[in-house]
């Protein structure tokens, strides 16, 4: 079949919001040719005239469309400082929350070493009053047998801060075993290292059986030639009464002597002889406990 042709007239004319008074212009009218193409199944719609005044209204809708995006771009606008408030805000908050944490665990770490310096000291509490307690029975018990608390034991003499036993008793002993005399009661053959303490020293020796024989101090000479005590110390100076000999391996006797400055020889450790045992004043009742084992100078 021929295609059909239809014919439409459409009208131009300006547009103008605020209607001015230009005269207006002759509508101008443009002829469109608009070819229909005839299907073989049914039969194409009629062009009415409602569409064709469709038509018309439908070329200025850009001008809508340009009014309405016009009319948003204000209220975006409009919305952007409080946007921009907004996350300040939020920085702000998130800043404060993060000082809050950091104010909070310095302060916990503090609390936590507090409670711990608490719990340790009440802990040492504790084991003082426990300690305490011990002392306490046992010295109830000493009170039920009649001993008396001294600054030192029987037989035993005190000089400022120690207790010093000077043997005078059959057997006498090597240095070594003098030594090992003293440990037993938790003392030490005597360190001298004054001249106050070795006047007090030569004040309660005495002589007995030859012009060789004294008391042994916790002095003897090592492999290098060196004198020293029995805590490891070198000897600074001494008493001596003549230089000793260096390289024999000798141990120190102190001999009575009318000055007692003058009152140290050297001479075999393996000699007997007299000793003399120091121990601190605060550390005497060691020796109750050694007594369980031996007798001493305290019986």
Known sequence: MEEELCYSTV?????????????????????????IKQSTTQTPPETSAAECSLNKSVLPAHDSLSEAKDATTPIFSAYRPATVILGLLCFFLLAALTAVSVFNYIHMSKYNNILARHTQEKAT?????ADMEVLERERAR???????????????IQNGSSCYYFNKDWPWKTWTGSQEYCKGYGAQLAIIDSVEEQ??????????????????????????ETWVWTTGAELEGGFWVYAPLKGYMECV???????????????????RNRWICEVDVLTWP????????QSGPST
């Open 11 to 35: 009208c131009f004319k300006p547009f103008d919001n605020q209607k001015s008074t230009v005269p207006q212009l002759e509508e101008s009218v443009i002829y469109a040719e608009v070819k």
């Open 142 to 156: 000493l009170k039920t047998q009649g001993v008396q608390c001294t600054p030192c034991l029987q037989n035993w």
């Open 253 to 271: 006797l102190s001999m009575p002597s009318k000055n007692p400055l003058q009152s140290w020889i050297s001479t075999s450790c393996n000699m």
């Open 125 to 129: 509490n504790l084991q003082l009053l």
């Open 199 to 224: 006047e007090f020293i030569n004040q309660h020796t005495e002589s007995y059986y030859d012009k060789y024989h004294g008391y042994w101090i916790g002095l003897s000479e090592k492999k290098e």
């Open 286 to 293: 060691t020796f109750l406990q050694a007594q369980q084992n």
